[in-house]
């Protein structure tokens, strides 16, 4: 999969102090986190869902029913020591429908080129593909929040 954002771990803080922050307010699950359902409105005890593979750990975001808009992050935290950082990527579904909107973008600026291209038509493109790019940046900024408030928690 295609990491998009690398995040560097504060200085003050390891790789196993997050991995254990990380462990104490995340479910277990037993499969890859990408088809799994986050939306989880009772015991909201936990923050992440999460799994274990042999070279990292992968951890999702908890959401309510009223934030299944936004779409699937997938922390990808790697069991290394010596690691400084996690990665973040969107789980397939969003994935899927980011490449949808790239495609139909690519298309609008090909027929822009060729002189073929109706605002009119393309339009929904444009507007799908801001939306969605506004629904990540908050589930960006919500999902970082919640794992400084268990790396808080945790130190």
């Known amino acids: 999969m295609l990491y998009f954002k690398t995040i560097t771990f504060p200085d003050d803080v390891t790789q196993h102090q997050i991995e254990t922050a990380l462990r104490k307010s995340a ?3 037993t499969t890859v986190l990408d088809f799994q359902k986050s939306v989880i409105d009772v015991n909201r ?3 992440f869902l999460g799994f274990e593979s042999k070279k990292s750990l992968s951890f999702t975001r908890t959401k309510t029913s009223l934030e299944f808009m936004l779409p699937k992050l997938i922390i990808n935290l790697p069991k ?3 690691a400084t950082s996690y990665k973040i990527r969107l789980s397939a579904v969003p994935f899927t429908i980011c490449l949808i909107l790239s495609m139909g973008i690519l298309t609008a600026f090909v027929g822009l080129l060729k002189g073929t291209y109706i605002f009119e038509e393309m339009s929904p493109v ?3 593909a801001m939306l969605f790019f506004l629904l990540l940046m ?3 900024k919500i999902t970082n929040a919640r794992i400084v408030k ?4 945790s130190v």
């Open 150 to 153: 268990s790396i808080n928690n």
């Open 27 to 29: 479910i277990k699950k």
């Open 80 to 82: 290394d020591e010596l």
């Open 138 to 140: 908050l589930e960006l």
């Open 126 to 128: 444009f507007v799908g």
């Open 45 to 47: 005890d936990k923050d």
